[in-house]
């Protein structure tokens, strides 16, 4: 099992991770953040999550072991 790891220092807000993983990112626009929707990927939605990750502009996310 694998989770993602936000370097919020790095995240510019783009949303390109939410654009292409609804299901695990979430843009909170009130607080300017990036929610994570789940802790652990599930294996159905890992493909989805290397997408987000590889979309990211800044490469502010990563899957680490969960």
């Known amino acids: ?4 790891e936000v370097d919020r220092a790095r995240c510019d ?7 292409t993983a609804p299901d695990l ?6 607080d300017d953040e990036l929610v994570l929707l789940a802790s652990v990927v599930p294996p ?6 290397r997408r987000a990750i590889d979309a990211c502009p800044k490469t ?3 899957l680490v072991p969960a």
């Not at 099992?1 to 993602?4: A, T, W």
């Not at 807000?13 to 654009?19: D, I, V």
């Not at 990112?25 to 009130?30: G, K, Y």
């Not at 159905?44 to 999550?49: G, I, K, S």
Request: one cysteine or more; glycine letters at 8%.
């Open 60 to 62: 502010a996310l990563r």
């Open 44 to 49: 159905e939605q890992l493909d989805a999550a």
């Open 25 to 30: 990112f979430r843009l909170d626009e009130t």
């Open 13 to 19: 807000l783009y949303g390109t991770c939410a654009e």
């Open 1 to 4: 099992m694998s989770g993602i």
